[in-house]
């Protein structure tokens, strides 16, 4: 589990007394708020450890991505709940949205069964109603409001020419461990945990929708990159673990995963640029 220098800068501060830390388990009084409104958390430009997303060579091999010092670029507001059933059909009452593909009974579920497109639809109609700009966030982003509850997916396994076996039995170990961790229960949002800077709902049911196109590369012994290209039309789902998933999949169980167990539902929450 990544906790990464900027877990560590917020804990300073929650010591000085500057931010009131929660632990991670069940949120009693998830924020208020509503489509409109939706509550946030401050995210500033704190540089940070993170493992890059994407697939990744070494010699030809498939080998870990790379771990380096990262930051946002500048700072933004993050939802501190998904998008919620209810916040969505506000949306399609106003004819901005297509009805979900799963209709759920309470509205405080978080909404389901939505592709990018649809993510980008809901932002576009947050954006023109409230007047500010928001948007999914980048893989970095997601990364660094995920905080502590965010979860390295490196094997730590190298791949070795001589027995390739050695690799995919990491693989079959980690994606059993996976499939045993899942937790498939729908919670109302706000229900399920809330990290170290606030954010809730990370690495349950539901997978996020991200801005960041698949990335591939190569890299040297030494971890540096040596070339990378992105793959745009798949893009970056975050949750238990990252997934590959198609921009018009709704139904992740259905295919549009590039590799391992896939998501068991896609949702999203939103950025909203400052200034």
């Excluded at 919620?84 to 309470?106: E, R």
């Excluded at 109603?129 to 999914?136: C, E, K, M």
Aim: proline share 8%; charged share 20%.
């Amino acid at each position: 589990m990544q906790t990464g220098l900027v877990f560590v800068s917020v804990v300073v501060a929650a010591l000085a007394g500057l931010v009131q830390i929660e632990l991670p388990g069940w949120a009693d009084a998830p924020p208020a708020g509503g489509p409109l409104a939706p509550q946030v958390v401050r995210l500033d430009p704190t540089p940070f450890e993170h493992r890059l997303d994407g697939e990744w060579k070494r010699d030809g091999l498939p080998a870990d991505a790379p771990r380096v010092v990262v930051s946002i670029p500048a700072p933004v507001d993050i939802m501190a709940l998904p998008v919620s059933h209810g916040d969505w059909m506000a949306c399609v009452a106003d004819g901005a949205c297509a009805a979900p593909g799963q209709i759920a009974a309470d509205p405080d579920l978080p909404v389901t069964a939505v592709n990018w497109y649809d993510a980008q639809a809901y932002a576009a109609w947050l954006s023109d109603r409230t007047g500010q700009t928001w948007r999914l966030p980048t893989d970095v982003e997601w990364a660094y409001a995920a905080a502590d509850l965010f979860r390295d997916d490196a094997l730590g396994v190298e791949s070795d020419p001589a027995n390739p076996a050695t690799r995919w039995l990491a693989e079959y170990q980690r994606e059993s461990a996976r499939s045993r961790d899942l937790d498939r229960a729908l919670r109302p949002v706000g229900r399920l945990n809330v990290n170290a800077l606030g954010v809730h709902d990370i690495g349950g049911a539901v997978w996020e929708w991200t801005s960041t196109c698949l990335r591939r590369g190569e890299i040297d012994a030494e971890g540096r990159i040596l070339r990378e290209a992105e793959s745009c039309g798949i893009y970056i789902a975050e949750g238990l673990h990252r997934a590959a998933m198609i921009d018009f999949v709704r139904d992740p169980k259905s295919g549009g995963c590039s590799v391992g167990v896939p998501p068991a539902n896609l949702g999203f929450r939103l950025v909203r640029a400052r200034g």
